[in-house]
């Protein structure tokens, strides 16, 4: 029997997070009266936004890391700069003229618990004086379970954080080795059980399938464990091999399943979360029926953004801190991904974003019909829309998607039944007007190695 490898594509959209992929971002030198001009615009569409914060800092680097974080233990540099975040938010009260409402901040990373409790606490208690927090304002924080301890959640509570998201990844011993991390199973159900205790509204919990040495019995025992502590939302991630960032990450690569049992454990993990009582979202997103943000999307609508799904139907996202996305709708921006870029931006009268675009008409109506894929599973367009080469190509690929249990198609509409919502990001990535022409949407390749006679 002779062994052989070749390139073996999937056609997922496993990498479509969401609208513009970054890949497709040109870089464009900002125009700081253009970006005021549309803050204007959409402020005048809806005065609520949501608020990321970027939080870069850890003290050390996660072998699966690939995003670039700041490493450092001098926590000296937290004052400094929280401040600059400040300033930030200054400014964007200086363009409008007003206080914001707000609607929802993410603390997002990095790991945001490499500051101190107090400092995050000033953090929150300045940017409810210079904003207006909705009545239900949603404060989510993301959590590393193998570096938080009491006293951080603690103070993450009495900051006003009503939202943990806990990426634990694996809970298996030996997947847990092959990424560098360690933690006994009832070590964790320590940690969730005391999180919960603590009052949060909701927590979150992030599963990644893909990972070195994860088997269909790894997935399952994870699940079993999981669905015993019943966190109230699970995000499924798919690891997708980014370039090699050094051995240790060389080293996960080289050990992760092929791309046909990684497609089988995303499978498999789906259905046992289905069967657990979990109700399936999209975009990878599972959540308990009885959790309070099933209740808020139930009453406030549903939103998609960057960093996930919020539930709160408003669209508009200000980033703060370096590198951070904002997303007014109908234009993004990012800032300076430099430190000391971003610090000298954030001061009066300097640039405010290294790369900012506008959508055109086209690009909005493609941007809206994924927008409603994603927080409604359906979507309507008009006979003008179809008669575009471009969009009456995307229809005709999704054609080859319908079924009975799956897409449906018809009078001008398109509606996903539950199987369909499990190929969501491919789906809007065949709705996104910038793929357009690209007839494989091969969106991941890799080595796959099998036999022949």
Known sequence: MKIFAQKFTRITGANYASFPEISSWKNKNSNGETWKSQL??????????????????????????????????????????????????????????????????????????????WNINNLINRLSRKTIFSPDVSLRCEVNPYSINPEKLKALKVAGINEIKIGIQDLDPRVQKGTGRKMENDDFKKLFHFIHGLGFN?????????????????????????????????????????????????????????????????????????????????????????????RKMANLGLSYHSFGYSFHSGKHVIGLGVAALSDLWTSTAQNFRGLSDWEESTKKGKKEKLRFQVYSETELKSREHIHNIQTKGQTEWTTEEINDPAFLSAINKLTLLSGKNTLEIKDNKLLLHHEAKRNMRLICSILDVRNSGNSNLQTRKSNCYGTEP
């Open 202 to 294: 909701s927590i979150s919990l992030e599963v990644i399938i893909g990972l070195p040495f994860q088997t269909r019995k790894s997935i399952i025992d994870t699940i079993y464990k999981i669905r015993e502590i019943k966190p109230d939302q699970i995000i499924l991630q798919d690891f997708i091999a980014r370039s090699v960032k050094s051995p240790s990450h060389k080293k996960i690569i080289d050990n992760i399943p092929i791309p046909i049992e990684q497609d089988y454990l995303k499978d498999l993990a789906h259905h046992l979360l289905i069967e657990s009582g979990y109700y399936y979202l999209g975009m990878d997103h599972y959540i308990l029926k009885g959790d309070w943000s099933y």
């Open 40 to 117: 204007s615009k959409a402020y005048e569409r809806d005065k609520n936004f949501s608020i990321y914060i970027h939080l870069p800092f850890c003290e050390s680097l996660c072998p699966l890391c690939s995003f670039g974080p700041l490493i450092t233990r001098d926590h000296s540099v937290e004052v400094h700069y929280l401040e600059n975040i400040l300033n930030e938010v200054d400014k964007y009260i200086a363009y409008l003229n007003e206080k914001p409402i707000i609607n929802e901040i993410y603390l997002g990373g990095g790991t945001p618990h490499f500051f101190s409790g």
